[in-house]
């Protein structure tokens, strides 16, 4: 069992940054892909963007030149940043890991951009 803990959001103004982490417990197997994913009211969850192992990123075309993702393998944790923040990218903001053949999934963590 692999344990994913998300930090990092809250409230923000329109055009404002955060930037959420995610940490996953240790693993007798290599985590591989990393990512993240957002819910907002009524809506389906959604990609945002996500990174492999070795670097390899993608991004949903709503966030791309806005997000950006990274990770540090030695700690298990992988970043979003967020600049230029908007309305509509409100929403529960989960983190996802795939280790083996296993997706693990935080709890979730509100981003809310308003003014």
């Known amino acids: 069992q692999v344990h994913v803990v998300e930090s990092g959001g809250g409230l923000v103004q329109p055009g404002g940054s955060l930037r959420l982490s995610c940490a996953a417990s240790?693993?007798?197997?290599?985590?591989?892909?990393m990512g993240w994913y957002r819910q907002a009211p009524g809506n389906q969850r959604e990609l945002v963007a996500t990174i492999t192992r070795g670097g390899i990123t993608n991004y949903a075309y709503s966030v791309k030149g806005r997000f950006t993702i990274s990770r540090d393998n030695a700690k298990n944790t992988v970043y979003l940043q967020m600049n230029s923040l908007k309305p509509e990218d409100t929403a529960v903001y989960y983190c996802?890991?795939?280790?083996?053949?296993?997706?693990?999934w935080g709890q979730g963590t509100q981003v809310t951009v308003s003014s």
């Open positions: 240790e693993s007798r197997f290599s985590i591989n892909t």
């Open positions: 996802t890991v795939r280790v083996a053949l296993t997706d693990y």
